[in-house]
């Protein structure tokens, strides 16, 4: 009896000594955003990638720069949980987000919005493993067993996906950055996963298909969300000002590039004279061409 309250008690005091694994634990480029969720960016720049535990399994949210940041998300994954990963969410189709996916998967099952697997295809690069295999010793390494994976569901406009005791709400984000860009909303935690539309103060490569005025819709649709933490893309775990920057940052170039048409500007001048000054210390400025194409075109249709 007695033996068995002492045992008891020392079960207890071990508990309450237990010590949560902190983001340093994981090592460099962690950051713990909530209880039992995290983001892993080698550095400033860097796509991010993350994972979400459950008492189901960890969550996967973009499988990280490059093939070595992949095997470290995994190995920080393997001290959180022996449990295995049960999905991967894309954010969107490129390969700084979605290259690592054979590292989770299988087990992992791999989801983002209808016309992702299309998007992959259309990037995948036959020789950018020879390419990376090239760099270093550590890449060739972390290559090895490479295989494009595309989603293995394909979801239309939202999907939510209800795993132990977390929400995951999955939110298409029309012609914002890639073929397919995909929000992931934890209306709980109020933690947001706001893929590319919005990065950290750098100029976002804007491919042709995508649009200002879609781009300014996926922001008022995230910020309806009141989330407390935003992580974006690329760069450190934010919060809605971000997506008051862009605002700032899309509107004033809209009203340039619509002022300079209005006075008969070609194009071609209007890329030569337009500059943005009050954004100079953004990185990415060597976009800013590519960011004229689209509003010159979001003006033209208007
Ligand atoms: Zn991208």
Known sequence: ??????????????????????????????TKVKDGIYVYAAKEGNSTCSVVLTQEGPVIIDTCQTPPDSHRLMAGVKKLTDKPVRFVIDTEVHNDHTFGHFVFSPPAVVINHEGATEGMKKGYDPKRVETLSAQSPEMREAVKGYRMITPHLEYRNKMTINLGERTFELLYLKNVHSEADTAVWLPKERVLFAASAANVRSIIN???????????????????????????????????????????????????VSDMAAQGKSLEQIKKELKMPEYSDWSGQDRLGVNIDVAYKSVKQN
């Not at 309250?5 to 949560?20: D, K, N």
């Not at 200002?212 to 922001?219: E, K, N, T």
């Not at 649709?221 to 690329?234: A, D, Q, R, Y």
């Open 1 to 30: 009896m007695k033996t068995g309250f002492r045992h008891a008690s020392l079960a207890i005091l071990l508990m309450s000594y237990a010590v949560p694994i902190l983001a340093q634990d994981l090592g460099p480029g962690f």
């Open 206 to 256: 804007l491919r042709p298909f995508v649009t200002i005025p879609d781009i300014l819709a996926s922001y008022r649709l995230m910020k309806s969300l009141n989330p407390e933490i935003v992580v974006p893309g690329h760069g450190p775990v934010s919060t809605t000002k971000i997506f008051d920057e862009y605002e700032g940052f899309y509107s004033l170039l809209l009203q340039r």
